[in-house]
């Protein structure tokens, strides 16, 4: 930390509850950053929480670690003379997800809504889906322009409209081919075996959400 700077780190925003973006909470809020995070991302901080698709029960953060501050609107802050607005998204990768803006620099972080390069998981316990990943990526577009930098969740960690596009398209080209499926009767089974996420994988499919993984996620879904 010591090589951002002498500065006091004043403030910590959670882009949704995880594990891999809120364990850093308890030690930031000692050295006195104020945390501050969705409604949604404090409930989830505070009580044990199951996620279905890990198979694992998260246990409730200490005090130390859960958001003192918690919104259910836009909320705009002026820090280091750099103004930056905070906003949440409809339920999409977690029923918790905010986007940060940062004006000046044309910065646009994205949370886990954009996993850059690799499929997603999506937390259908608490309240992710494939569809408000689809709305969220569209929000993302809307926000931007060619010339923002998308700061993604996961993934190759500097983006941009061009490539944020291509993931939206990913996303709906997969939900398509997945809910086809599943509408004419077939299983999970089937249609994992059927590969409809084949032409997306060579690509998208190299990480830690592999394509069997993400057909199940998609299929919850649709
Ligand atoms: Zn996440």
Redesign the pocket.
Known sequence: MSNLGAEPITHLIN????F??TSGNEWLHSVGAKIIAHKNTRKHLSEIQRVEDWDYNFLPSPAGAIPSDALIANRKLKLNSASIELKPYKPA??DGDLSVTFGEADILHV??TYWNGIY??I?YSTGGSIDGMIAASDANLAASTENTIIIP??GKPVSNKSELKEFRDMLVGIRGNIAALKKAGRTLEEIVAAKPTAAYDAKWGQFVIDPPFFTKLVYEGV
């Open positions: 882009t949704h509850w995880h891999d973006h990768h977690t949370g886990d997603p998981f937390d969740g996961h």
